[in-house]
């Protein structure tokens, strides 16, 4: 405690920019996670009101995904996922910066760890495709707990929060690595050695690190880097997400990915990480990141690649 208080300070002293922030998660670490989802309940409807690009953008993607919704429905899903992504944004404390104690404490329950246990006894790696739903944060820390666990790291845009996400993140052993070729080669190794890695199937790459494959009906730009390390490693894939019940804990589930993620060409595998996604989504749609623009490139785009501002789907 005083070792991981001490360091903090540290990092808050060396950049003060980001000690406000840093203070903020530090209070909200101590707060109980019943506490936290009040104050979500009450943020999420601030946000939806107030935020015209969050609020804009969420029901975008919600009519997309879900077309056959009113917009009433669509509304109140909005409220709600809204409120999930306030919870998690204000749980990153307790995830980060908590006593490991409470965080695992926290988690109640972990269905189908087993899928893990079974790969790695095999000698198989294991891809962790983690989707933006629950709290991720949560998942990263019960996987960095339990396993050699590596997983690409980009720092943020304020610069002077790297080393508190990056402690928060390594602090029980996860190994980041750079999105990059030798950030690559570190998740081969990683498998090589029968480990698992975490890998983000819903954001959505650079041109030329993708294609587009359905998500929900609608064709999504999607990162190929899956079959590459599947078709070199022999890796077994699922899906992970720490699904949160409100002011209670977490629920970590380990899905089977859809079979196609194994598949050598491109499209299919990216078709079936989306496939993946939906079902991860599928056990509750008010904790999938809406807000997040999974739309934003086109086929057409891609044809003439115009600046990413000129998409007006949102």
Request: include cysteine.
């Amino acid at each position: 405690m005083p070792k991981r208080r001490s360091l903090l300070k540290r990092i808050m002293r060396r950049f003060p920019q980001a000690s406000a922030i840093a203070r903020l998660w530090r209070l909200l670490a101590d707060w109980p996670l019943g506490r936290l989802w009040r104050c979500a309940k009450w943020l999420g409807p601030q946000v939806y009101r107030l935020s015209r690009r969050e609020r804009h953008v969420t029901n975008a993607n919600l009519k997309a995904a879900y077309p056959t919704l009113t917009g009433d429905e669509r509304k109140s899903l909005a409220h709600q996922s809204l409120r999930h992504s306030s919870a998690t944004m204000l749980e990153l404390g307790h995830a980060w910066m908590a006593e490991p104690e409470r965080v695992t404490n926290s988690i109640l329950v972990v269905h189908g760890r087993e899928k893990l246990d079974n790969a790695r006894a095999e000698g198989r790696g294991v891809i962790v495709l983690a989707p933006h739903f629950g709290n991720w944060e949560v998942l990263n820390f019960w996987l960095s707990s339990h396993f050699p666990f590596t997983a690409m790291y980009e720092p943020p845009k304020m610069p002077a929060l790297d080393p508190i996400i990056r402690h928060g993140r390594e602090r029980m052993g996860a190994a980041l690595v750079p999105t990059n070729p030798r950030g690559v080669a570190a998740l081969l190794k990683a498998l090589k050695r029968s480990e698992a890695i975490g890998i983000l199937p819903d954001q959505e790459p650079s041109w030329g690190s993708g294609v587009f494959a359905p998500f929900f009906g609608r064709d999504a730009y999607t990162a190929t880097l899956l079959p590459k390390l599947v078709a070199r490693t022999q890796a077994r894939v699922v899906t992970g997400v720490a699904l949160r019940v409100p002011g209670k804990g977490f629920e970590i589930h380990f899905l089977d990915a859809d079979e196609r993620v194994y598949h050598e060409d491109d499209v299919q595998s990216a078709t079936g990480v989306n496939v993946s996604v939906e079902a991860a989504i599928a056990l509750d749609p008010a904790q999938y990141q809406w807000e997040y623009k999974r739309y934003g490139k086109t086929p057409e785009e891609q044809q003439k690649l115009p600046n990413y501002r000129d998409y007006r789907l949102y």
